[in-house]
């Protein structure tokens, strides 16, 4: 069994066929299946895939790169749903900061004010957090420690391997690890694996980005969970049933799902 944690179920390439997508992830062993709010603008059709499928869930939240899009008012409707699981994808993106130096510093002042909204409004609601961090770990650490994120935990999606999120494990954070295990560029992620506690590992696709081999160049989906679950259990030379068992345990116990 696997828990895709982070799968954007919501993206309109699996319009024609999501039926299709989600039954061919469980004949895989896939039985859960977790979509984070990144984009406001199709947030509704996340609930409505949500309450369609009883094994889906959704988060609320909003991509540093969509910053402007955050609404705390109403997030607050959609935090308050059932099924609605936990808050984010939200974080800090430095990866593409242009202008001045001015206007970049401007930039993550106000990324980092719509995270911390966000973090607080998970804290407000026990939410765990679903954290993005791409070329800003020191400053989504600090930011993290200075909030409290202990008080809800939640998982660095796509964990960029930066040792130093490492100690994020003691504030109840989890790591997830999707496609990107499988690349042949992927050296400084396999090299960290092994040090990432396994009551902290998570599998995720993120789909439909990041496609893991051999699959790469199409669209990604649930049912390639297995073949990140399979290059895990190579690597940690761990059964390819352990690591589905521990991984599942622990994205079902972070989301407080069952």
Do not use: W
Request: charged share 30%; proline share 4%; net charge negative.
């Amino acid at each position: 069994m696997i828990v895709d944690t982070h799968i954007h179920l919501d993206d309109k390439r699996y319009d024609e066929d999501l039926e299709e997508v989600l039954n061919r992830a469980r004949e895989g062993g896939v039985n859960r299946f977790i979509i984070p709010g990144a984009d406001v603008s199709t947030l509704d059709k996340a609930v409505s895939i949500a309450e369609r499928y009883e094994d889906v869930f959704f988060a609320v939240g909003v991509h540093p790169y969509d910053k402007e899009q955050f609404d705390e008012l109403a997030f607050e409707k959609y935090v308050q749903h059932k099924k609605c699981v936990a808050v984010g994808e939200c974080g800090l993106d430095y990866f593409r900061l242009e202008g001045s130096d001015e206007e970049k510093e401007a930039e993550k002042t106000e990324q980092k004010r719509v995270f911390q909204a966000q973090i607080e409004l998970a804290k407000k609601y026990q939410k765990p957090l679903i954290v993005h961090i791409r070329d800003a770990s020191r400053d989504s650490k600090v930011l993290m420690l200075e909030s409290n994120c202990a008080e809800v935990g939640g998982v660095l999606h796509c964990y960029n391997a930066d040792e130093e999120l490492l100690s994020l494990a003691n504030e109840g954070f989890y790591f997830g690890v999707g496609g990107v295990v499988t690349f042949k560029n992927a050296k400084k992620l396999l090299n960290v694996l092994p040090k990432i506690p396994k009551d902290k590992l998570i599998i995720e696709t993120d789909g439909p980005y990041l496609t893991p081999t051999p699959h790469r160049g199409e669209r990604n989906e649930p049912f390639y969970t297995t073949f990140i679950a399979q290059k895990i259990s190579d690597e940690l030379n761990l059964p390819l049933e352990t690591i589905e068992d521990l991984t599942t345990r622990n994205a079902l116990k972070l989301f407080n799902i069952s």
